[in-house]
């Protein structure tokens, strides 16, 4: 790749976590955090993609996130105060910076009214903009303004000696990273009518003079509309390379020269500084306290200082800490994470072949390889935290979906996320997108009543969707529920069966008809909307979990909504495993959804009629599975008495036990999936090459024992299937 | 204005068309190894100017003016004059000497 290529896309992937940091922010004020340090953050995210941004010549870019940048350092110096509707304005100006981002990225077009419309609102946030008397809305500020001799005078205010000095002075480093002081000089002539004073005072004589070092400082006067974001605006790429000086004109003015304007009274004088500050502390609703209520004229000239400028070196960014992180391919990541499940596999043979060389457990190479086996599975469990991410590089994506989807479909929603730190392999996460943002677009647009309705069933008017995260045995399972009217079992019925997807006389259960919205051409959507339905359903979101060895299963209740639960693996590398026989065969059986093991005794075993039998472990009967029946090894059942039982728990937390012939041990096994090589079989989650270089087939527990149970969306499908 | 009417004997020491950063140095050089005699710098090729460069002219002026010697820019080109005034001193374009 060429080398401003390859910056170029470090700069995308970086304005992906800062938008990420931005989002995050946001959501965090608008859930009532306060820490000024969060309101920076946020500042320097947008100010970060607009300082990227420039450097890339991206226009659209730069200036949106200029606008954006500006409202939200008003708010950083505290002029303006993070109301809900603030907050809601900038969550949505994020989400449109998202897009221009990736606008600039693929070099897709972006809604330029829609930005029009969002610049606007920004700009209409901003105090200062009010106060210039460019919107009209600002006026509505000043009716609450009670000095009485001076309100009229306000809105032409700040037409007066507006300007700011900047003093500037570069150090050595600033010429080093090739910036210049003249350009920056020439910038700041941009911005209006400048008066460039050079101090020299420091320059010592051209014997000693290091060509190289940096002498002089500056003191620049501008004059004109230009506020103080704009001025530092043009130091942003020098920020720690100079020292810098931004002071507002009137402030400078009131320590010297202070300008004794008279206003309506003619008795009182009044300092422009004190009357600004005044003004915007009036200007900013939710601390009015601040201002002494109609405080008489001289008390406000008593304080001339402006008490909301921001004292030296606030108005810039803080710098980021260094991260402590570094970027790699992740083919490389990839290859490592290959290897090290070679070297498992490889270190397990080794073992094995050590053991049939008939060493002694306290033998010198017993000893060694045993050091070597725990120092590999530290290394592999390293290497796999190095894949492993939280979803909340998913999770984030949603509240911008719900935002939109809850404008198109006018209701009214609150996103609540959970277990956004819970890891899963970066391959997962990636793949978790398109079906996480179907399943909740889904709950909002079919799953939530509308407002009328909520509030006729006695709701709030605002639904809410629920996303969570959590690991559980030894998978992650994310779960969409959203507190809508629930699955309308009666109309999915009759959609399936005018569908012909099943049989008119079916007589199906309550968790069969909910699974039917999983069954490939079943939309509930009687008119396609723009939402969700494109003509795929959950039948694609399906398809995809399971394409990633998971699960998706469905539970509504009337009245109360519905829970979607995906349940996926981890990670699609490896797995603890318990290795054991069956007919022969050596299984493994995934030791996270193992509870204990037992040898079944004979008066604990009842048979059910047919081939099911439950067996009685201490007070309650679980079903007892035969493996070797559900895989087919065998015709009839193995005598409990004979074989193991292993007590599993699956995802819903039910029960059972699952006879196998024997225990051969316990062993982590690298997965190689089945699909990939082969195809999916059902009750088979993978395949494992073991220590003696045999495969081994790794049990998928949920499906043998939904299978066995017959309770299975696979067989209600199989059913409905061959009913329709 | 290429006319040097003085009692210059020197030949005038042509500034670089770029007096950006890298220049600083060999300006320097430059002018150190000039000192001693009237200074006669022809500024009529310059491109640009940088702080750097300024520094290193401002620096030389003083130095001739503390050894009385005379010091004159001639024929500035409009982009140095230009930098000059940029960098708050209009003057150190100006054709005149400035003994200060």
Known sequence: MDPLAAIRETFFQECEE?????????????????????????????????????????????????????????????????????????????????????????????????????????????????????????????????????????????????????????????????????????????????????????????????????????????????????????????????????????????????????????????????????????????????????????????????????????????????????????????????????????????????????????????????????????????????????????????????????????????????????????????????????????????????????????????????????????RIVIEVADDGGGINRERVKSIAIEKGLVAPDAALSDEEIDNLIFMPGFSTASEVSDISGRGVGMDVVRRSIQALGGRITISSRPGKGSTFTMSLPLTLAVLDGMVVSVQGQTLVAPITAIVETLLPKAGDVHSLGGSARVIAIRDTYVPLIDVGMALGYRAGPLDATQGVALLIEGEGGARAALLV???????????????????QVPGVAAATILGDGRVALILDIDTIVAVSRGADSLRAEKRLAATG | MTTITDDTTAAPLVLADSLDLTAAAPLAAELLAARGKPATLDASGVQRMGAQCLQVLLAARALWSSDGLPWRVVDPSPEFADAAALMGCPDLALATAVQD
């Open chain 1, 18 to 474: 800062q938008l990420a940091e931005l989002e995050n922010g946001l959501l965090a004020m608008e859930a009532g955090d306060t820490d000024p340090e969060t309101i920076n953050a946020v500042f320097r995210a947008v100010h970060s993609i607009k300082g990227g941004a420039g450097a890339f010549s991206l226009e659209a870019l730069v200036r949106f996130a200029h606008v954006f940048e500006t409202a939200l350092d008003e708010m950083r110096s505290g002029r303006l105060a993070p109301t809900n509707e603030v907050l809601k304005t900038l969550l949505r100006a994020a989400d449109v910076l998202a897009d221009h981002v990736r606008a600039a990225h693929d070099g897709s077009a972006v809604d330029e009214a829609h930005t029009a419309e969002l610049a606007e609102e920004l700009k209409a946030l901003d105090p200062n903009g009010a106060t210039a008397g460019e919107e009209s809305e600002g006026e509505e500020d000043w009716g609450d303004f009670e000095f009485k001799p001076m309100s009229v005078d306000v809105p032409a205010a700040p037409a007066g000696p507006s300007g700011w000095r900047v003093s500037f002075k570069p150090r050595a480093d600033l010429y080093a990273k090739a910036n210049e002081a003249a350009l920056l000089l020439r910038e700041l002539g941009r911005l209006g009518q400048t008066t460039v004073e050079l101090d020299a005072s420091g320059l010592p004589a051209l014997t000693e003079l290091d060509p190289e070092a940096a002498y002089l400082a500056w003191t620049v006067t501008v004059t004109g509309d230009a506020d103080e974001t704009s001025i530092r605006e043009v130091f942003e790429f020098v920020d720690g390379d100079c020292e810098l000086e931004v002071s507002p004109l009137a402030a400078v003015a009131a320590e010297g020269e202070a300008s004794a304007t008279p206003v309506e009274d003619p008795g009182e004088t009044l300092d422009i500084g004190a009357l600004l500050a005044r003004v915007q502390a009036v200007a900013e609703p939710p601390s009015p306290q601040q201002v002494p209520p109609a405080a008489p004229a001289p008390a406000a000239v008593a304080t001339p200082a402006d008490p909301s400028s921001p004292p030296d070196g606030q108005g810039q960014p803080r710098k980021p800490e260094a991260g402590a992180t570094i970027r790699v391919d992740l083919e490389r990541v990839d290859r490592l994470i290959d290897l090290v499940g070679e070297l498992v596999i490889n270190q397990a043979m080794l073992s094995q072949r050590v053991m049939e060389a008939g060493f002694a457990r306290a033998s010198g190479v017993a000893m060694g390889l045993d050091e070597l086996e725990q120092l590999t599975r530290e290394i592999q469990d390293s290497v796999m935290a190095i894949r492993a991410q939280p979803v909340k590089s998913v999770f984030q994506r949603m509240p911008r979906l719900v935002r939109e989807v809850a404008a198109m479909t006018g209701k009214p929603v609150r996103l609540v996320t959970e277990g956004e730190g819970t890891e899963v392999d970066k391959t997962v996460i990636e793949r978790l997108a398109d079906p996480l943002t179907h399943m909740i677009r889904n709950a909002i647009d079919h799953g939530l009543e509308s407002p009328e309705k909520r509030a006729a069933a006695g709701k709030p008017a605002e639904g809410v969707v629920r996303l969570t995260a959590a690991h559980r045995s030894g």
């Open chain 1, 661 to 679: 012939d024997a225990i051969q041990g316990q062993r982590q096994v690298v997965i190689k999936s089945l699909e990939a090589n082969y195809r």
